[in-house]
């Protein structure tokens, strides 16, 4: 391994990220839910837990509009989520998950809970505690850490 952190972490963080996404969507395949895609649950991330606008969801997806009305299209039509009236703005429509958007959303927290056991049991559960504060120290550097599909 590369001795300069410079070089050899982003990789490594890469990769995981990548092995991550790949284990929650074959988890929650496993579990039921075949008709979804790693993106709709970077969207599901955003809709859970009030809901929120087309526009609001293409934002955090960095998509245009279009495109992320167009996810919602699919996904209304497979169940997951549902239009509904917006509470505070009546020309705006808010997406909100469905029953079955937050059977599946379940289903992908047990799946990336299965996903990081090998970590705790290669790290020990300080260790991973560890982990997850520097993680989470590094993220806190950054614009805001919205979790986005690479398209």
Known sequence: MDQNP???????VLGLAAD????????VRDRGFTDVRPAHGFAF???????ATVG????????????ASQMVDELVRKGYVERRPHPADAR???VALTERGWACTRAADEAAADAVR????????????????????????GPGGRLRPAW
């Open 56 to 67: 609001d969801l293409a934002d955090h997806l960095g998509v245009t509009k279009q495109a």
């Open 20 to 27: 991550l996404v790949g284990a929650i969507d074959a988890g």
């Open 118 to 141: 090998p970590w705790a049991e290669a790290l020990g559960g300080a260790g991973l505690q560890r982990l997850t504060a520097d993680l989470a120290t590094v993220a806190a550097l």
């Open 6 to 12: 410079a070089r050899s972490l982003p990789p490594l």
């Open 45 to 51: 991330a955003r809709l859970a837990p009030d809901g």
């Open 92 to 94: 705006a429509r808010l």
